[in-house]
């Protein structure tokens, strides 16, 4: 007997051994749905998006039950799963992924009906609670204060040194990062940190030549 032969030998008999009864494939599909239920109430509470998207949480909940099956019939038969990998190889995903944390919990609800399929329920469930701490540990977690966005129209463009220099009383930090200049006024973004942004804005709408002032908040990286 050579390497082929102990090889395909041992290759049949493994998909022989994973044959599951009706009772098993229940347990999963009950596992793979809780913890789908799970990850849609975590997603639902951790996500601080500002247009919540209940379709793709609905998707998140769901993945682990067909992840689950495509598993559990990869497992039942070799041609099935020669087919299952035939078959996803020509599937493409053209979804975008708005934000970093959509994608965590897409690897997570994939993950977990996989852990599901294989018959591990208790690394499921761990790898679930281990997910969930972290995620909510490290969200509040607070590095640093995300800077602002002051934006400006400005009536007279030799006015921009002093409203600046007024700026710079509040802050601990500003730069400016975009001038936009017409005949008309002065368009100016101003990214900036300042526990005083109230007074700040009060200021500068009480000057003359300035039409509007806007502080809002600003989702890029902080500023350390």
């Known amino acids: 007997m050579n390497f082929n032969d102990i090889f395909t030998r041992t290759f049949r008999e493994g998909f022989a051994n994973a044959e599951l009864g009706f009772t098993e494939m229940m347990l999963v599909y009950a596992l793979a749905i809780c913890i789908g239920g799970y990850i849609f109430l975590v997603y639902r509470f951790v996500t601080k998006q500002a247009f919540y998207s209940k379709h793709f949480n609905i998707s998140l909940a769901v993945l682990p039950v067909i992840v689950a099956?495509?598993?559990?019939?990869?497992?039942?038969?070799?041609?099935?799963?020669?087919?299952?990998?035939g078959a996803?190889?020509?599937?493409r995903f053209r979804t975008a992924v708005k934000d970093p944390i959509d994608l965590t919990f897409l690897f997570w609800s994939i993950s977990a009906g996989i852990i599901c399929g294989a018959g591990l329920g208790e690394m499921a469930v761990i790898v679930s609670l281990i997910?969930?701490?972290m995620v909510i540990a490290l969200d509040?977690?607070?590095?640093?204060?995300?800077?602002?966005l002051l934006v400006l129209n400005v009536e007279?463009?030799?006015?921009e040194d002093e409203i600046l220099g007024t700026v710079e009383t509040y802050c601990k930090y500003s730069k400016v990062k975009s001038r936009n200049l017409t005949k008309e006024k002065l368009h100016l973004i101003v990214e900036l940190r300042t526990d005083k942004g109230k007074e700040l804005v009060r200021e500068l709408a009480a000057r003359e030549g300035i039409f509007s002032v806007?502080?809002?908040?600003?989702?890029?990286e902080a500023v350390c």
């Open 140 to 148: 509040n977690i607070k590095i640093a204060k995300a800077p602002l």
């Open 88 to 91: 996803l190889s020509i599937v």
């Open 214 to 220: 806007t502080l809002m908040e600003h989702d890029g």
């Open 156 to 159: 007279n463009p030799d006015d």
């Open 131 to 133: 997910i969930t701490a």
């Open 69 to 85: 099956s495509i598993i559990l019939a990869i497992q039942s038969s070799i041609v099935i799963s020669l087919g299952m990998v």
